[in-house]
């Protein structure tokens, strides 16, 4: 129920986030199709703003969970050692 404006924004802010990199997103794309719709008349490339401080929660996720799994191999060779040491007491 967004009327263009919001739809505009929305891609904006894809934009802004991702780069250009944010047109391959199945969430931009249906964004277009929508704001098309809408306006009813074929949307050309949306200005991109380039991309300034990003807020931690609008980060891309899979860099947090690449993050995560270091931290977790890395403490299971740990508990491994640990278990392997005493064990061979």
Same mark, same amino acid.
């Given at each position: 129920? !967004?009327?263009? !404006?919001?739809?505009?924004?929305?891609i904006?802010?894809?934009g !802004?986030? /991702?780069?250009?990199?944010?047109?391959?997103?199945?969430? /931009?794309q +249906?964004? =277009?199709? +929508?704001?098309?719709r809408?306006?009813?008349?074929? #949307?050309?490339?949306?200005?991109?703003?380039?991309?300034?401080?990003v807020?931690? +929660?609008?980060?891309?996720?899979? +860099? =947090?969970?690449?993050?995560?799994?270091?931290? !977790?191999? #890395?403490?299971?060779?740990?508990?491994?050692?640990?278990?392997?040491?005493?064990?061979?007491?």
């Amino acid at each position: 129920h !967004a009327n263009g !404006a919001e739809l505009t924004r929305r891609i904006e802010l894809l934009g !802004a986030v /991702y780069g250009t990199g944010a047109r391959d997103l199945p969430e /931009y794309q +249906l964004l =277009m199709h +929508l704001r098309e719709r809408t306006v009813g008349t074929p #949307v050309t490339k949306p200005k991109t703003v380039p991309p300034t401080e990003v807020h931690p +929660l609008e980060r891309p996720h899979h +860099l =947090m969970s690449g993050g995560i799994l270091v931290v !977790a191999v #890395v403490m299971g060779c740990v508990l491994a050692s640990l278990v392997f040491a005493l064990t061979q007491r």
